[in-house]
């Protein structure tokens, strides 16, 4: 018997519709206890600390929906997630849409538990305030940790409108002032757009943060691109944060702060196979915002991107299922 | 201890925000056995019996999203369907979006399952050829019922393309000629729009079904239209059909047939909830079709006129909750 | 043999889907000479008169594509109007998009063309300016006639910027002074909205236009709405100018100038079908604006409406196809 | 000389075109100094008091957009409110969209500003939480005032989520805690929609607020319910506020908690023009919500409902321009 | 005389509006008459095949609509394919969208009418099944002829869903398996995506069908990829289909089975360009469904590509206009 | 006292959020005094010279609008105009949608005012025939003077429509033969699309404008179609007119003339910012129509496009500020 046949499934296209039944992420099974899965598949359903157009908290129930339409294996690296390790929908965090501290504790608490269940998250946003208490279930009083962050933007703002410390411009200024992150071991991928003054980006630089912007993913390709992100992260145990509006808002129009002129999904989906053998210990895609592309489209695309995401991480978790047979 | 505690209860919008987790109808658990509801709220995600424009195979999911938004109690009527009896999502009947014939087979059995389990259906289409499957499995063996349908059209042609016999324009002949329905007990209300040849409604007619058109319905008001359908359906078990083409396009545009000057949703609401009281033994809401109201806003509706006749069934069932408790 | 059979006859839709082959209007044949049909069907793709928001340009295209969802019956009065008389489409009159009087005397001429054939017009627009250069070819040297007008605008105004004499706020203006409209039978049906300065409807009025605000419809009711219109035009000669603005803009966003709280599609038939046994020469359908209305449903609307005008005109030209046959 | 030359005119459509320069509430000019106008057009932009879909915040920029088609004169009653007082836009109020206790502090502080300047607000929302900082500016430490509310909500709660007491299904309770409203005077018209418990309705009930469901609206018909406004309401200082969600979300899509079969746009019109005479203190039309409505057809109803409202207070202020001449 | 004058001529857009008139292909003439032309261009209204999103069968309209935007003469290639050979709009095959095997055969039979009449096929979808039922026409009896496919996927499953044969996921299986094509001869270009099964790919390989994934065309470039096709078809006689889902989603959303990361406009179009000369049996344009995309840009770039196409096409019936005068 | 403290500043949205108040461009203070400014930012609401669809005259405002999400400072070059020079919004141009003739006088006019004033123009379409009266008022009477045009069109055809010589296929035609602008120093990027004559671009040709076609920019790549810009226009006096449709339809639905597979936003990124040091005159962005993208995305990138092109003439006209402190 294969070991992977214990791990759940998701519903097969193949057979049933896709339209058909309630939309869980990839069609997988709802499970609530953490430590039934290796991968905890999550939304949350929150954007409190979005500043200018808000909705992504409609951003986990439009990806589930948009992500019963992708298949079981990866077409590109013949990577079949669902046979390297387990897992599941265990739903959204929760959260509270107009007490942002409230919500951010609430947010780390179900996180918390993901992690004490030996659960790695895999999460959709939201806005991208939440990796910060996101980091703070999965790192607080250890080591801090390496991040490769897609992103329009560097996220490193110091306040915001009256000294706000706490936004979605924010959440890693405050991660590595935390201690969360490691800013030797941040690459931010993707920077870009117009900036509020001249010296916005000299903060996360002077912290060591390699920031790539657009004009440097042009001109490293992908291959100089890849060895950048691996040269900062390294082996170490790294978080991967992919912000929807990395990508051109053509390709995504539904998020809060498109800055035009970002990356192609055909470099997205190189870069992210791209990175196979890191170190990950969990993974998110804040800001898919449903209100501002009624088509889906958006989420459509990250539904995609969260299908790479998994199959990194299940490679990550588990390795090739044979080795992994002995585990579950 | 209320009787009704140990009823299945949505998550309640009011502490858990209506965009969070995946969408169940009305936020309700999912169940797989018929036997543990008495009512079973299903999908049918199919539209083969589509003459001109489909889509109404997307139509169960994305009522579900929108039924989030509903509350417990309907305001109108004070009656909290949750505390009447046991409902729940029991998930979608299994179709072929290519093969007719195997959907109509699989459809029957889905709900002959449902009919053994003792709880009735009330399900989200697909297209209104899903009546007719639903109608053997609920009907087939027994004495024919009545029925209620609003519909712009009467569903009674005979053949389409070719001498087509099960399409969406003839259900209902077909379960005239079965012995399903009694033509004397079944009122159509709302029909309207072009016809293909002057005699198309005379068969359904000559069979003793009421027909009651807009413009009749704007002559009896809503008390006279109530008054002949209560004449017509009488006291006997009955079925409940509403066609969101009923409802007048420009409030219900995602749908495949669209005829203009229909009911308005005040219209609707007032004649369901003069209903009460019918011996009902299921209901369906055919005919939702998202591809053509990417905003949601036609399943909005159809969400909430699923809250009404969910409150018509859940009346019909249990009566108020203290007679039901020595039910359960 | 029956008379009709000679006559043109629309694809029949419960034999070739309605999605099928290039759309004319109504499904009819395109012909070319006006001697060849009693009622001519055409577009005037023009809107060089439009002040605001163009785009009823487009409004011939995207009506002939939704008027194939329209069966050959008309279901509430029973009216087959194919078997009345001879139909076709004509195709659109000639226009240029820049040059204003050029357009007009070519649309002039076009309708010429038409009325030496000895065919009735009815129109789709295009913006209501021109209704003008029909009446001109209509009427034009002989005496005026009356006009059923339904709309939100009296479109009497006598300038616009800067002194324009042409635009679609001031066709009937025109009519007036050129003799082709008699104003004394002139009504116009569903005027509202915001006015320029406070005496904008005293021109007409002091012609002797009768304009009946959509307060006054709502107070004199149907019946008594379609007495006043049949009081001022009586059995002359008449025209009858449908602008979709009539209708409140929800159910027809697709148009230039909307006005708030108009119509409903369900008084507009109800008023049409009462127009029965007017002498018509000739009507049109102006101001659909699809760019306004991507979904397509304005031009539905419109399809339908221009259904109804059909009905209306083909049995003004024809009576019952006995009395016909012999002028075949 | 005529009194009104002096006052702020918007720019004439009929001289240049509507969708000419930037868009100003109605064209007006904007103006900073509150003693310089009689009544000030502004915007809140904020929707920190929203619980469930978010864009409120949105809502003055786009009925800004949507009241350049507006003309000057209304052509139901006549009025043309440049007439008879001063009016101008004065801007938004300065709020944070994250921080909501320090958005109310300053939404108060800016209209306790236009209230010491002498000029009495119009304001356009933003979320119905705004109407509390709102009162406290207009009304604090006065006696309290009535409310006339179009609204589908009573917006009566008392906490929400976790026990918050401030979010936008709260603000009329709080200001009935604080003193700012009378709730004998206080009169709801249109309240409809599912509810959380079957005692929702009961605490403003008990207080003296008169609801006026939808159901009874019906019932009563317009001038029933304007007999019952006005018999509630009397002839006190009174505030106006009209829920854009009063209407039924077919007419208004854009808005954040639609609730069907609500108001129409003619029934609020003729409701609207009903209420001359009244003694009001300032109005609101919250909850525009332009992401849910990107045709902007919401705010198109949503700026002629504040035209209604404006011409209203123009009214309330000023009389006829004769009287006020010496005023200016 | 120049040969060409002979030619069908489209309306010049130059002098009557691209808006005006009814909507054929290119606006050329409608001909019933196979023998009159070189060059049929068909519309397939039929998506019976389609196993998850449905509407293609509304493709063909919306690409006749679009295509009136299209001028005369390709600008880059400089080739005017009405000056080479006779073009026209055939009409649509005759199709049922209830009966898969009925409509197949009637597609059968209309293509084989055309093929007798000596006019080659260019067809705009209609999903890719129709390619099926196409070949069997033009190739039944005959040699196998080979195929250039721009695709997202093969195409070659061997059943889906209760193993059913006829889906559009299996027209080219079936086409091997008749002797319609000649794998040898078959290259598949833009291939990627999820997969059902890790060898999903495996059985057409086996059959030494060249696949060319996405991430080969990245590595082959336009040049590399253009060398492969032509060593894969050669200069026997090739039929070329463009399933629209070869270009990237964002470019095309209007289809049925998206898959992120395709191709672009411009790649696909210096592709196109570059396969002049082949000798093209037939061509065809497949999965473009309007109800995906109402704002009609899929058809847009669908129209384009057709051009394309159908300028390989002319070039490949005609050679250059002198060298096909005597032809004519 | 930094010399740019007394130039206008935009509203800084990291202090009030972006959606509050009016739009300005780039939530710059609105002045009148041409005098008072370097740059002036207009708008030209008018699409006279269309031939195709409408909608360009909406342009100007919804730019406006998606201007403000714009922050103050390049991100890639460091840039931030507002430091540079004065810079402010002087409104739209006054035009007369239906007179072509008036239109472009006033327009000329308007410019002329501004060029007395000493302010440079930056200017919103728009159709692109506003290009020509704006030529008039800069160089009128003066040498010629040299372009970059960005478009998918030459804009040089002689006459449209039975003779018309304005449209807006033919301004630099007018402006070449009226001795505005040098062919010599003409190049035009991005041409592409089919045509309606095979010599449609010879003309321009042969008066020696430089048209690089999309195929030549993709072989030349961006350093060298920067240099063939910079060989044609030199140093002297320089117009730069950037057509939105010069970017591929997929990134700028709204616009009337697309033609796809043209310049991606980035490819437009990296040429506009290879033009620093050019000598501007003036520039303009024509074509954005709203009507044809709802969703504002192409405003969006418009108004990044304005942006680019205010960084590039703040440049021009102001150098680093040091040197400016003594000019203000």
Redesign the interface.
Known sequence: MSPSAAFPRPI?????????????FFRLP?VDDPAAVDIAIV?V?W?????????A??G??QV??QST????????T?V?PYDLCRIA?L??A???????T?SMDRITGFFARLQDGGARPLSVGGDHLMSLPILRALVGGGPPVGMVQFDAHSDTLDT???G?R??HGTPFRRAIEEGLLDPQRIVQVG????????D??DWPAQQGVRLI???EV?TLGPAGTLDTIRAVVGDGPTYLSFDIDAI????A?GTG??E??GL???E???LLRGLRGLNLIGADLPEVSP??D????TA??GA?LL?ELLCLMAESVGGPPAARADQT
């Open positions: 097969d296209s193949a057979n049933t519709p896709r339209f058909a039944g309630p939309a869980t709802m939304g359903p954007d409190g600390g979005t500043t200018n157009r808000a909705g908290r409609h986990p129930r589930r929906d339409l992708i298949r079981l294996v990866n077409g590109a013949g079949c929908d739903g959204d929760p959260v509270n849409p107009i007490d942002l409230l915001y409108f009256d706000l706490y936004t920077i870009r757009g117009s900036i509020f003054r001249a916005d980006r912007t657009m004009d042009e051109d808002p053509t390709f129009p702060t498109p035009i002129a192609t999904p055909r997205a989906l190189r209100p501002f009624p088509s889906g489209n459509l695309l995609n299908f």
